[in-house]
């Protein structure tokens, strides 16, 4: 066992790994995988595709792309799960300067290269982040932030996709009463219990669950997830805790120095119940504007020229 853990912590790290989580649209996914190795030297992908996912990711594989099967979900740990996996199996091949983590719904909005030299200049990374519990920073308001981590959810009932959105009228009985809160915008019907603080050394911060981070911070999760089981219990029984167990975990050291900024062009449309709409060539200018390294969400039909056009953009070159 010692041996064997020498043996992996020796080998040089990569330069940069990109750790994508999964669901459907291979074609995308698979475009995406070429548009992140393409030409650029010491960068290996993995994926973590959902267990229930469209069949078939298995063909993605190559000595640059290793794909794993991973139990899927939204709002709960499973998500922090799913990252944590990854960066245990980067970890195993030697690591990482820095690892990135996407979506099979983003893509490149500028040179590969470009953006690995912006994370050589960051620090420990980008991190999106704020103070979630102090008023003065917090980008959510704060009966938002004090029901998703000070209150200890559960499950209760399961809800089709057409069934959530009918279900939405139950979250006024947050406002009228200080016992118990109601969530549905996650899956299931959600019932939190007031427990009023966080683990021990932890302060909450939140932030976007889309980041890149060094090699030291990667390694620091991975401490805490193994020694911290009361940290770990916390964000098994918090909700949306992929928006927070990151940024708490890393923040709380003090040891970290990040770019406040996830890098990505994202759009939440006003219904949208938390899902960032399809973008599409209409929204190729903002995106070149933003300046941001990636783009989310696209999908292979409706992002189609919009993804070329990005290809053009990202290979200076007309797409093949």
């Known amino acids: 066992m010692t041996d064997t853990m020498h043996d992996r912590t020796a080998r040089p790290a990569m330069r940069s790994a990109f750790a994508i989580t999964s669901h459907a649209d291979l074609p995308q996914l698979a475009r995406l995988v070429r548009a992140l190795t393409e030409g650029v030297d010491d960068v290996r992908v993995y994926i973590s595709h959902d267990a229930a996912g469209v069949p078939?990711?298995?063909?993605?594989?190559?000595?640059?792309?290793?794909?794993?099967?991973?139990?899927g979900g939204r709002g709960d740990f499973s998500a922090v799960e799913r990252f944590l996996a990854l960066f245990s199996r980067i970890e195993a091949d030697g690591g990482?300067?820095?690892?990135t983590v996407l979506s099979g719904a983003d893509y490149p909005s500028r040179p590969v290269p470009?953006?690995?030299?912006?994370?050589?200049?960051?620090?420990?990374?980008?991190?999106h982040n704020h103070r979630a519990l102090d008023p003065a920073d917090s980008d959510w308001a704060?009966?938002?932030?004090r029901q998703r981590y000070l209150y200890r959810w559960r499950p209760v009932r399961l809800l089709g996709a057409s069934a959530s959105p009918r279900w939405h009228w139950i979250h006024a009985l947050n406002y009228?009463?200080?016992?118990?809160?109601?969530?549905?915008?996650?899956?299931?019907?959600?019932?939190?219990?007031?427990?009023g603080r966080l683990p021990d050394g932890l302060r909450c911060h939140g932030g976007s669950s889309w980041f890149s981070l060094s090699r030291r911070a990667v390694q620091h999760l991975l401490t805490v997830r193994s020694t911290r089981e009361d940290v770990v219990?916390?964000?098994?029984?918090?909700?949306?805790?992929?928006?927070?167990f990151i940024q708490t975990v890393l923040l709380s050291a003090g040891t970290f120095r990040f770019v406040n900024?996830?890098?990505?062009?994202?759009?939440?449309?006003?219904?949208g119940f938390g899902h960032p709409r399809v973008l599409t060539a209409d929204d190729f200018s903002?995106?070149?504007e933003s300046g941001a390294f990636f783009v989310r969400k696209v999908d292979s039909d409706d992002s189609a020229e919009l993804l070329d056009m990005l290809d053009v953009r990202r290979l200076r070159t007309s797409p093949a």
């Open 56 to 71: 078939g990711v298995e063909s993605l594989a190559s000595d640059t792309c290793r794909v794993f099967r991973d139990p």
């Open 96 to 99: 990482a300067e820095f690892t």
């Open 114 to 127: 470009e953006f690995l030299e912006a994370l050589d200049r960051s620090g420990d990374g980008l991190l």
């Open 142 to 145: 704060q009966h938002e932030a």
């Open 176 to 195: 009228v009463q200080p016992y118990l809160r109601f969530n549905v915008s996650y899956g299931p019907l959600r019932v939190g219990t007031w427990r």
């Open 233 to 244: 219990e916390w964000g098994r029984t918090s909700l949306a805790i992929d928006e927070s």
């Open 261 to 271: 900024h996830n890098g990505r062009f994202i759009e939440f449309p006003d219904e």
């Open 286 to 288: 903002r995106i070149e």
